[in-house]
Every structure is written in C-alpha cells, then in structure tokens.
C-alpha cells in the first residue's frame, strides 16, 4: 500500500494491518543541469537518481526545456509536498532550487557537481562526490530540515518605488537567492567568466578579472541601507547572504545564511593597480582590512546609479543573471529549508 505525503507535515505512515507501522516510502523531485561541470551533469544526475532509487526513495523528475519551465515544474511540485526538491549540478541549480522551495514545505537538497558550488561548501556539503552527496540526502531525511534566510529583489524605480504596472512600469515579480547578489565589477567579472569554457572554478575569474580591468572605469552607486544612504564612485558592490562567491572568493567573510541580515560590501574608488592589490585578498577575506573597503549590515538595501560614473553592471545572485539597477535586496529570515 502507498500513502501519499502529508503537505507540509510529517510523512504519512501505512499499516500492515499486524501492529507494524513501517515508514512509507519518500519522494523526491530531482532536477539536472546537464551542462554543469562541462558536460557532466547528466551523468551525475543518472547517477544521483539511480543511488536515490537503491535506498528506497522515489524519484520524481522535475527538470524541464528550459529554466523556467524547471522552475515552473519544479516549484508545482515543492508546493504540492515533496520530501525534498534535490537539484544537481552548481550554484546556477541552487538558484533554481531556491526559487522553487522558497515559502514552501519542501526542503532543498543539493547534490553539488557544477563549476562553481559555494553554497555547498558554505554548507559543508560535498562537493563533486555524488555518492557521498546522495548518502548525505538520505541521512537529512531523517532530521529536521534547517531553515535559511532568503532574499528577494526586485526592480525599483528611481527613489526606490517598486515597479508598478498601474504607474506604467514594466512588470516583474523579482526573484530570489541565497547566496550574493553582485553589482560591480564582480559582476561584470562574473559575466565574463561565464563565457570561458576554461579554466575550471576559480581559475575562469582570476581570467576574467584582467579581461575587465582592461579600460576599467569607476561606477556610481547610491546606497540606500537601515542606515541611510551613501553616494560614492566605486568599485564593487556585494549584497550578501552567504560568505563565498565564485569558486572560492570570500566576498563576505562576515555574512551568516541564518542570522536575518545582509552583508552589503563595497569598495569605493581604486585604480586599476588597486584592484590587482585588493583581489588576492578576497581568498581570505582579508579585504575588509582595506580602507577603501566597507561593510554594512542591513535588513534591505536600494542600489542606484548616481550619476557620477559608469551605471552600474547588470546584476547577478548565485551566478545567474537578474537585471539592472536601480534594485531592492530585502532579506527574509528563515524562509528556506535546506538538508544540511
């Protein structure tokens, strides 16, 4: 006899009709992207859906033509009660999942095999071992799920009004992340680095970061945080949840994904030979020592281009791409379950 889920409660139990109280059988959606680590993807998703068979775990698959449709099935599914939402692949996946499981009861789970897998080393999940990765799954099925900030941004018009379509703005529902929303120059790095086929990790950024200092010039940003508002030419701008950004950088030393606040890091202005000082640093974090180097903890926070400097670069979360400033990043507590 098969039971079905309770929503967002304790998995149901079946009766033998003998006093015995077996547990049912759990279920999964599993989402691949099988281009993540260059082509890898789709073996390690097999493979994750075969070991995740083997322990008894049914194994629903989510994915989809394209991201949105994975996002679109994927977030039916969480909605509708899983026992999980496991998505294999980098950080782009973890951005999927995170918009799939987000406000929902369905815990993420994350089987990590991209190019870039700092969530799950912020985590302490493993990493490019989808055996062990899948051994961790069934384990944390057993235990409470554990709950993570989540944060939304969103398009603003200028002066920080969301976007509206009764005031004719275009619509759009914004989306979420766990990780670093990236407005600077770690985010035209990210945009470069995101064309290279190699090197592997770390090694397309550190390639990226002289491709974009090559004719580099300041941005202007107004921030506006629980503290007020900054205006100033700079450098970069990180909006962070999560410590790691990719493949490594320490971006936010500071940041914690479960204490409810955002770690806003910026530079302000630095000349090209600068930045080439200051970025080994961001390894160990030891950037933040650096004067021209800021940090502010807040709640929420607006970014705006100023006007003294470049407008800012189109902005990235997790890695993926989400759109122009002005944008508002507000953090919401707890709002996503994870198996970790």
Not at 149 to 168: I, M, S, Y
């Amino acid at each position: 006899m098969t039971t079905t889920p309770a929503r967002g409660g304790p998995v149901a139990r079946a009766s033998t009709g003998d006093g015995d109280r077996p547990p049912a059988r759990r279920t999964v959606g599993l989402v691949v992207n099988p281009t993540a680590g260059h082509g890898r993807g789709r073996e390690a998703g097999l493979l994750a859906s075969q070991l995740l068979t083997r322990a008894g775990i049914e194994v629903l698959d989510v994915s989809g033509a394209s991201v949105a449709d994975a996002v679109a099935r994927a977030r039916a599914a969480a909605l509708d009660g899983l026992d999980a939402l496991v998505v294999v692949g980098g950080d782009g996946m973890v951005h999927l999942g995170v918009n799939a499981t987000v406000e929902t009861p369905t815990p993420l789970a994350v089987v990590a095999t991209g190019s870039g897998n700092d969530f799950a080393q912020v985590l302490g999940l493993p990493v490019h071992d989808v055996a062990a990765s899948v051994a961790q799954v069934v384990a944390a099925l057993e235990r409470p799920a554990r709950a993570v900030d989540a944060v939304h941004v969103e398009a603003v018009v200028p002066g920080g009004r969301p976007h509206d379509p009764a005031h004719g703005d275009d619509a759009w529902g914004g989306r979420w992340y766990a990780g670093v929303l990236s407005l600077g120059l770690d985010a035209d790095v990210n945009a470069r680095a995101n064309t290279y086929s190699w090197p592997s990790g770390h090694g397309r950024y550190v390639r990226a970061v002289f491709a974009c200092l090559a004719g580099f010039s300041p941005y202007g940003y107004r921030l506006t945080t629980d503290a007020g508002t900054q205006t100033f030419r700079g450098t970069l701008v990180a909006v962070a949840s999560s410590p790691q950004i990719g493949g490594g950088l320490r971006i936010a030393p500071d940041a914690a994904v479960d204490d409810g606040l955002l770690d806003v890091v910026y530079a302000t202005e630095l000349s090209r030979r600068g930045i080439l000082r200051l970025f080994p640093r961001l390894y160990k974090g030891t950037h933040l020592s650096h004067p021209a180097v800021h940090v502010v903890r807040t709640r929420s926070v607006v970014i705006e281009a100023s006007g003294d400097g470049r407008v800012p670069p189109v902005a990235f979360a997790d890695g993926e791409v989400v759109g122009p400033v002005p944008l508002r990043a507000q953090v919401h507590p707890g709002a996503l379950r994870v198996l970790a």
